[in-house]
């Protein structure tokens, strides 16, 4: 009896083993995170500030992918995960006695509930993929536009929930103070290239290739005995979850947390990310959250006015959203698949599922 040899692919005419080039599919993303977070951290105080924002906006963009790349089902209500992720670090952060304070009617138990930092962030994540569980028993059974409006309506009922629930919260319209700021921008960094690690080992398993081959054609997926709803719910849990993390990381630089943060633009920006990047692969992820990040930051410095030589150069308020719109177009138009993305064959099966 005789084994068949290890799969084998070509790079530049350098013959490899499969396992190896899979490898290079996960370091060349945390290389690539490393080595830009190191540079932008000695750029000036202002670009290392917006750099801890650009890693909890890859974390949750990651997320994203790890369920609409796999999937192919768009959602709009990923920002509800990012939403119960910073709402239940905050909650288990805040010294009791601020919170007695600015959130009298809170739940007893959670009145008096605390963690340390990092424990609160994988109760985080643990919750928030809860959440992600139980609304995808329901949501995972939908395709196309009406998956889209229903994920758009779970971000608005968490929303809702999280401004008026008084005993999980403050009142409407108050934030959550006192937050502690426990994470600097090192402990930020290994979070969020675990998160890419994370991510990269879900897209390896058995029941992301069957998702992905579900996504490739829907119809026929279930004729081969793929369970298309429960490999979406598994991709959904472990993406929500991967979004309570981002989350717990963004309100600890935001050092502040309101249920209105959690709305249409910050759901905007990070789709914005995605689709600039390249929605089928992680390192599509990797690459538009960074880029946009980098952009959003560059603009942000032109809002506020950007001396260059002995002029001032300004932008209105509101520019970086509409470039962020345009940008989005064009790439829609002319490159759908994304700046990473590799335009699918007729007869081919797309790259992107072998990732």
Not at 91 to 113: C, E, G, H, R, Y
Not at 227 to 240: E, K, P
Not at 334 to 343: A, C, K, L, M, Y
């Amino acid at each position: 009896m005789t084994t068949s040899p290890a799969p084998r692919r070509r790079f530049t005419g350098i013959t490899i083993p499969e396992p190896l080039a899979r490898l290079w599919t996960l370091a060349v993303p945390l290389l690539v995170v490393w080595v830009v977070s190191l540079a932008t951290s000695f750029v000036s105080q202002t670009a290392a500030i917006d750099l801890g924002y650009a890693l909890a906006n890859l974390i949750i963009v990651v997320a994203m992918w790890t369920f609409i790349g796999n999937s192919g089902v768009l959602s709009f209500g990923h920002i509800a995960f990012v939403a119960v992720g910073a709402w239940t670090l905050s909650l288990l952060t805040i010294p009791p006695n601020i919170k007695s304070a600015i959130m009298p009617d809170l739940f007893p138990f959670l009145a008096q509930a605390s963690a340390s930092p990092f424990v609160a962030l994988l109760i985080a994540a643990l919750v928030a993929g809860l959440v992600a569980l139980l609304s995808g028993l329901a949501l995972m059974r939908l395709n196309g536009l009406e998956a889209g409006i229903a994920t758009f309506a779970l971000l608005m009922l968490v929303v809702q929930i999280l401004t008026y629930w008084k005993q999980i919260g403050p009142k409407a319209g108050q934030s959550m103070t006192g937050l502690p700021r426990s994470f600097d921008l090192q402990s930020i960094l290994f979070i969020a290239l675990a998160v890419i690690a994370l991510a990269w080992l879900y897209g390896q398993s058995r029941s992301a290739r069957m998702l992905r081959a579900s996504r490739d054609n829907v119809q026929a997926a279930p004729a081969s005995g793929i369970r298309v709803t429960l490999h979406r719910l598994i991709a959904f849990t472990v993406s929500g979850a991967l979004a309570g993390i981002g989350g717990a990381v963004w309100v600890q630089l935001n050092g502040v947390a309101q249920a209105s943060q959690f709305s249409l633009d910050f759901t905007f920006t990070t789709i914005a990310m995605l689709v600039v990047g390249g929605m089928l692969s992680m390192w599509g992820a990797v690459v538009g959250a960074l880029a946009i990040s980098a952009l959003s930051h560059v603009l942000g410095l032109f809002e506020k006015g950007l001396q260059l030589g002995d002029v001032v150069v300004s932008l209105p308020s509101g520019s970086r959203l509409i470039t962020l719109g345009a940008i989005m177009v064009i790439i829609l138009i002319f490159r759908p698949s994304g700046i990473t993305g590799v335009e699918r064959r007729p007869g081919r099966s797309s790259p992107a599922s072998l990732r």
